[in-house]
C-alpha cells in the first residue's frame, strides 16, 4: 500500500526560529516526487515544494527545504526564519502511480509561529 | 490565484437533499481531480477526469457522481446527502503529460454543510 504518514499532528515555533516537519512514506515505484502543500487559514492549497525521488539534492525553495532519504523513505520540511504568515496547515503528498497521479495526502502537521 | 475556479463558495442544505459543485481547471489543463477534506477523513482522493473522460476512481461513493465536459469544465453530484457529507470539497487540475510529476493547482473549495 502506498501511504503516508505525519507524525506530529502540531507543532508551535518562534518567530525567526527553524522548524522541522516529519513525513514518512511507503512506495514501491523506483522514481516520484514528494510534494509539501500547505493551507492557510483561507484553506487554499499552495505548493510549497516538491522533490523528484532520483535527485541526491535536497530541494530548495527560499526558506522552505527538504531533508529527502530516499532508503528510510522520510521527506521531512525545513522552514527556517519562521514568519507568522507560515501558520497553516502542511500536508505531505505523494501522487499515486495507479490512481491517475492522484495526491495521496497525509493527515496533515498544524503549524503556529508565535510572536 | 492558482487559476482554478469553483462554485459555489458555501452550500448549506438539508439531508437527503442533491447538489452540483462546480470547477473549471486552469487554461489549458485537461485533468480535472475532485478531494473531499472532512475532519476524520483528511484529504482524500474521490474521482479524476482526462479531457472529459474519467481515468480514475478513490474513495468515492455510490451516491456521488461526477463529470467532464467539452469545454473541460467538470461538476460533482453528490445526492442523497448525510451528515458525514459536510466537508471542504477541492477540485484540482494539472497540466497534460504531467504523470508523477503532477504538480496540481488547487481551487478555493466548496464548503458543503448538511443540516
Known amino acids: 500500500a502506498q501511504t503516508v504518514t505525519q507524525s506530529q499532528p502540531e507543532m508551535s515555533v518562534q518567530e525567526a526560529e527553524t522548524v522541522t516537519l516529519s513525513c514518512t512514506y511507503d512506495t514501491s515505484e523506483n522514481n516520484y516526487y514528494l510534494f509539501w502543500y500547505k493551507q492557510p487559514p483561507s484553506r487554499q492549497m499552495i505548493l510549497v515544494i516538491r522533490?523528484?525521488?532520483?535527485?541526491?539534492q535536497n530541494a530548495t525553495e527560499n526558506r522552505f527545504s527538504v531533508n529527502f532519504q530516499k532508503a528510510a523513505k522520510s521527506f521531512s520540511l525545513k522552514i527556517s526564519d519562521s514568519q507568522l504568515g507560515d501558520t497553516a496547515m502542511y500536508f505531505c503528498a505523494f501522487p499515486l502511480s495507479n490512481s491517475g497521479y492522484a495526491l495521496n495526502f497525509g493527515k496533515g502537521t498544524s503549524l503556529l509561529v508565535t510572536p | 490565484d492558482s487559476g482554478v475556479t469553483q462554485t459555489p463558495k458555501h452550500l448549506i442544505t438539508a439531508t437527503g437533499q442533491r447538489v452540483t459543485l462546480r470547477c473549471s481547471p486552469r487554461?489549458?489543463?485537461?485533468?480535472v481531480y475532485w478531494y473531499q477534506q472532512s475532519l476524520d477523513q483528511g484529504l482524500q482522493f474521490l474521482i479524476q477526469?482526462?479531457?472529459?473522460?474519467?481515468?480514475a476512481k478513490g474513495n468515492i461513493l455510490e451516491r456521488f457522481s461526477a463529470q467532464q465536459f467539452p469545454d473541460l469544465h467538470s461538476e460533482l453530484n453528490l445526492s442523497s446527502l448525510e451528515l458525514g457529507d459536510s466537508a471542504l470539497y477541492f477540485c484540482?487540475?494539472?497540466?497534460?503529460?504531467?504523470?508523477?510529476?503532477?504538480?496540481?493547482?488547487f481551487g478555493p473549495g466548496t464548503r458543503l454543510t448538511v443540516l
Open positions: 487554461s489549458g489543463d485537461l485533468s
Open positions: 484540482a487540475s494539472s497540466a497534460p503529460g504531467g504523470g508523477l510529476y503532477n504538480e496540481q493547482f
Open positions: 522533490q523528484e525521488a532520483y535527485k541526491q
Open positions: 477526469y482526462y479531457n472529459g473522460e474519467e481515468r
